[in-house]
């Protein structure tokens, strides 16, 4: 089993920026990608960037690219999501994802959920 805990979440105006973080516990070993979703009142849970634990490649999606950049550190297990230049539309809660032998890009392709962390952005 991985475990996954997210912090970072918090209040933000329009235009400004948090720093996600998300540490992993457990069979860290196991993990082939990490990455994060979120979901707003009403809405599915959507898929928001990924990358792989080995060698780094990443994915977005369209709505945060060029304003969101995930990145790792593996000696610390921890993925972080950098989100700059926030919307009123960002506001959701964050979830940390993470799978085994596939590229986590939408919700069926995740073996292991954080609890999340609330981000919202005033307008």
């Known amino acids: 089993q991985v475990q996954l805990v997210e912090s970072g979440g918090g209040l933000v105006q329009t235009g400004g920026s948090l720093r996600l973080s998300c540490a992993a516990s457990g069979r860290t070993f196991s993990i082939y990608y990490m990455g994060w979703f979120r979901q707003s009142p009403g809405k599915e849970r959507e898929f928001v960037a990924a990358i792989r634990w080995s060698g780094g490649i990443t994915y977005y999606a369209d709505s945060v690219k060029g304003r969101f950049t995930i990145s790792r550190d593996n000696a610390k297990t921890t993925a972080y999501l950098q989100m700059n230049n926030l919307e009123p539309e960002d506001t959701a809660v964050y979830y940390c994802?993470?799978?085994?032998?596939?590229?986590?890009?939408?919700?069926?392709?995740?073996?292991?959920w954080g609890k999340g962390t609330l981000v919202t952005v005033s307008s």
């Open positions: 994802a993470a799978a085994r032998g596939r590229i986590v890009v939408d919700t069926t392709s995740v073996d292991y």
